[in-house]
């Protein structure tokens, strides 16, 4: 672990998606609000790698992914994540072939038919 301190820009980033999720989270849920703050911390992570390789460990990108990976650890914690992986088309479809009890395509609800009516008035 890092001793240094993350920059007030990347703090300012986490903030800002935090506060995000939390007002997403009033509107659509738990689940979705989380899973949007995963993918934009994810995406603020793999920034943060990349400039780290850019710019070598003597600079502050190394605190930077240390608070970032730390928030995605909380973050996931209050989604419940067990399995960080996602789940692979092929996953997807064994899952669903499971459920072999549920109809693949359910009847359309076909509205109200006449018996034997023409539709003259």
Known sequence: MSTGMATDEVTDMIAHIEMHRQEMAKETGLTPACGEALRKLHELLEHERAALQLHGTSTTYP????????????????????????????????????????????PRNKGRRTMGRRGER
């Open 63 to 106: 605190a930077n992914i240390e608070a970032i990976t730390i928030e995605i650890k909380r973050v996931k914690q209050l989604a419940g994540v067990t399995n960080p992986k996602p789940i692979s088309p092929k996953g997807r479809n064994q899952q669903s072939m499971s459920r072999s009890n549920v109809p693949h395509n359910p």
